[in-house]
């Protein structure tokens, strides 16, 4: 497999320069004789939108799983502002300042929803089990602060009429910015992204697009971006990444990413013509992840089984 050459980015001049908030740097996880990431490097600085792409199995869940710790990758280096990432327990790792959505809602259904998103401010509090029981003094102190900011969370998402119902009766769409909202309730210096439109039609992926830009220019977080929407990383993303059975192949800019041959290929496979080139990413791609007439995923989409991604 071809590696890749890195092109200049579109984002600020000055994000070339700039020290990455993180750092990956020769990550390989392997999983007894199948290597699910070989020799990955990349960056994401400090508020940029980092995507990351690639046909199902190409190791970018896998990429997720290191980076919060749940898997321990054999080789290679993350750093998160100058500290080292592996081998730190996933709490560790979310204390540092890393908080993740999930491609299946991992909200709890008979909590409300500002429950759900109090929930992402648990690893932000000192008060001991005695003292909140009794709710008094530092404790009631700590809970009002917390909801405080629960609540500009809420508001920045609008999910006001929804603050009181309990989770598993929320609309599809709304209980994907839950998901949001308590990953933001973590206050992340890096926002880690998985499939966050997935399922969703239009109108609801053209919302949560508003929310992730809002959330940029508000907050200031990085944010890596797994998505098949591929309308909305080229739209979104600063730069991107693409993988190829565990191995990167292109990084840059959205617009080069979207005519590099070695990415038309890797959804495509076989041999790709330069009339074919033509037509570039947004075509190819747009196509490669059909969706039904109301913009939802049709039956035997390959997302719907589960699998690595």
């Not at 993180?22 to 490097?41: E, K, M, N, P, Y």
């Not at 199995?57 to 502002?81: D, H, M």
């Not at 890096?190 to 220019?217: K, Q």
Request: charged letters at 25%; a negative charge; one cysteine or more.
């Amino acid at each position: 497999m071809e590696r890749l050459t890195e092109v200049p980015s579109r984002a600020s001049p000055d994000s070339a320069t700039a020290t990455p908030l993180l750092d990956v740097r020769d990550l390989t996880l392997r999983f007894g004789g199948v290597t699910a990431l070989d020799g990955v490097s990349f960056s994401v600085c400090g508020s940029e939108l980092f995507a990351v792409i690639g046909p199902n199995g190409a190791g970018k869940t896998s990429i997720f799983n290191c980076l919060n710790g749940v898997y321990r990758p054999q080789s290679g280096s993350i750093e998160l502002g100058g500290e080292s990432l592996v081998g730190r327990p996933p709490a560790a790792i979310a204390a540092l300042g890393v908080a993740r959505t999930f491609q299946n809602l991992g909200l709890f259904g008979h909590l409300s929803l500002v429950d759900n998103l109090m929930l992402g401010r648990h690893h932000l509090m000192r008060t001991g089990f005695l003292s909140g029981m009794v709710w008094w003094g530092r404790a009631r102190r700590e809970e009002i602060e917390h909801r405080a900011a629960v609540e500009e969370i809420i508001e920045l998402l609008e999910l006001e009429p929804y603050r009181a119902m309990p989770a598993g009766m929320l609309p599809y769409g709304v209980a994907k910015r839950a998901e949001l909202g308590r990953a933001l309730a973590m206050r992340p210096r890096l926002l880690l992204l998985d499939e966050p439109v997935a399922g969703m039609n239009l109108e609801e992926t053209e919302d949560m697009a508003r929310y992730l830009l809002e959330v940029r220019r508000d907050l200031g977080v990085a944010m890596i971006l797994v998505e098949h929407d591929m309308r909305l990383v080229m739209d979104l993303a600063d730069r991107v990444l693409a993988l190829d059975f565990g191995v990167a192949i292109a990084t840059g800019p959205p617009e080069r990413i979207q005519r590099d041959p070695k990415v038309i290929e890797a959804y495509l496979g076989g041999f790709v013509s330069d009339s074919a080139l033509s037509h570039a990413l947004p075509h190819t791609l747009s196509h490669a992840f059909p969706h039904d007439h109301e913009g939802r995923r049709g039956a035997g989409d390959p997302r719907d089984t589960g699998g690595a991604s």
